[in-house]
């Protein structure tokens, strides 16, 4: 029988931190929360079998990461919009420092995107980033590379626009 308590308890201690690294991984605060808040309900829902998984907090990413790939369509249009019309996703309390990180990871491939978030965010190491991404170490070590080298510009002094252009949008994955 599921208690309710456990899954509380669960909640409280994992959400900001599940919707800070969806924000990082997505780019939009609003998009983040709902990914989150989605993983959540499904996480309710087989709490049973969830709860008894060695991380269960890496289920609730997998499967919002899933949910982002799947309303992807959705996703391209609210962010059309906001170039558009040059509105930019304000986090309250967000430092300057992590608001640029989010806009560099804008920036770069998904697969890049992810793995940083991963390892550098959420402080897996490069084997849990691999098994959590289906993909080899090797893998995930290059992604990391690869996505540092592509945001170091980013990230200067000289910081250029942070919105994504539309090539850039089209990196959709989680």
């Known amino acids: 029988m599921r208690d309710p308590s456990d899954f509380d308890a669960f909640y409280a201690g994992s959400v900001r931190r ?5 924000y990082a991984m997505t780019g939009s605060r609003t998009e983040a ?3 989150v808040q989605e993983a959540y309900a499904r996480a309710w ?8 998984y060695r991380d269960p907090e890496a289920w609730v990413r997998t499967v919002a990461c899933r949910i982002r790939v799947s309303v992807w369509r959705k996703t391209v249009n609210r962010m059309a919009a906001h170039r558009r019309h040059g509105v930019e996703d304000e986090v309250p309390g967000a430092s300057a420092d992590y608001v640029a990180v989010v806009a ?4 770069i491939p ?11 965010l959420v402080g897996l190491s490069v084997e849990e980033v691999a098994h959590e991404t289906g993909a080899r170490p090797g893998t995930v070590k290059a992604r990391l590379s690869r996505g540092r080298q592509a945001m170091a510009p980013y990230l200067s ?3 250029p626009d942070p919105r994504p252009t539309d090539q850039e949008v089209s990196h959709h994955g989680c």
């Open 45 to 52: 829902q087989s709490w049973e079998k969830v709860s008894a």
């Open 18 to 22: 599940l919707i800070s690294q969806m």
């Open 104 to 107: 560099a990871l804008r920036r």
């Open 33 to 35: 929360e709902d990914l």
């Open 110 to 120: 998904s697969e890049q995107r992810r793995a940083i978030v991963l390892h550098h």
């Open 157 to 159: 002094d000289s910081t």
